[in-house]
C-alpha cells in the first residue's frame, strides 16, 4: 500500500513564525498535492508538483510556498504564519499525470496559529 | 470543474446494504468518477473510480448510469468502520487537478 507519511500530527506555532510541514511519500509517485481541509469549506487546493523542482499553485496559494527538492518529498512552507492559517492541512501524492491515478493522503496536520 | 451534488447525510443498520448516491449532470466525457471516504481525524481515503462500466473492488462497487450523469456507491455489508464521510468527485483532463470536494455524505451506521 501507498504510504504518505506528514511529519506532524499536530503543530502550535505562534504569528509570524516561519512554519514547515513536511509529507513523503514512499512509491515513487510524480505528484504531490497540498491542501488544507476548514469546516463548511470541504478541501481546497494550496499547490502541487508534478516532478521534482516543478510546482503550480492551487486555488489559494497567497501566503505560502513549496518545495520539492526529492521526488518523494514536498513540503509546505508558511513564510509568516497568521491566525486565518489555522487549519487541517493534508498531503496527497499520485503516480501519474492522468485521470485514472487515483489519490493517496496522509492523515493531515493539525496546525494551530495563536 | 464539473460539480457533484451528494445528500447530505445518510443512515444505515450493521451489515445491510448502503447505496450512496451522487449526481453530476454536468459531467465530460472524460471525466473519471472518483470516490473517497474520510474517516474521523484522518486523511481521505481512496475507495473507487470509474469511466463508464461499473466497477468492483475490495472495498465497494460503482455503478454508474448509462448517460453518466449519475453514480452510486454500493457498500455491499455496512459496518461500523464504515462511518465516514462519502465524497465523490469528478477528475477531468489537461491539467486540471484543482480538485473540488464538496461536503460530501455523512453516513452513520447502527449497530
Known amino acids: 500500500d501507498v504510504k504518505v507519511t506528514q511529519s506532524s500530527r499536530y503543530l502550535v506555532k505562534r504569528t509570524g513564525e516561519k512554519v514547515f510541514l513536511e509529507c513523503v511519500q514512499d512509491m515513487d509517485h510524480e505528484n504531490m498535492f497540498w491542501y488544507r481541509q476548514d469546516p463548511g469549506l470541504g478541501l481546497r487546493l494550496i499547490y502541487f508538483s508534478y516532478d521534482v523542482k516543478m510546482k503550480e499553485k492551487g486555488d489559494i496559494p497567497e501566503g505560502y510556498s513549496v518545495s520539492r527538492e526529492k521526488k518523494e518529498r514536498f513540503s509546505l512552507i508558511l513564510e509568516s504564519a497568521s491566525t486565518n492559517q489555522t487549519s487541517m492541512y493534508l498531503c496527497?501524492?499520485?503516480?501519474?499525470?492522468?485521470?485514472?491515478?487515483?489519490?493517496?493522503f496522509g492523515n493531515g496536520t493539525r496546525l494551530t496559529v495563536t | 470543474d464539473a460539480k457533484t451534488t451528494q445528500p447530505n447525510s445518510m443512515e444505515s443498520n450493521e451489515e445491510e446494504p448502503v447505496h450512496l448516491p451522487c449526481n453530476h449532470s454536468t459531467i465530460s466525457g472524460t471525466d473519471y468518477i472518483h470516490w473517497y471516504r474520510q474517516l474521523p481525524s484522518q486523511g481521505p481515503e481512496y475507495v473507487i473510480h470509474g469511466l463508464t462500466s461499473n466497477v468492483n473492488n475490495r472495498m465497494a462497487s460503482l455503478a454508474i448510469a448509462e448517460d453518466r450523469k449519475s453514480s452510486t456507491l454500493i457498500l455491499h455489508r455496512a459496518t461500523l468502520r464504515d462511518a465516514a464521510v462519502y465524497y465523490c468527485i469528478l477528475i477531468g483532463g489537461g491539467s486540471n487537478y484543482k480538485l473540488t470536494f464538496g461536503k460530501g455524505t455523512l453516513l452513520t451506521v447502527n449497530p
Open positions: 496527497a501524492s499520485s503516480f501519474s499525470w492522468g485521470r485514472d491515478s487515483p489519490l493517496h
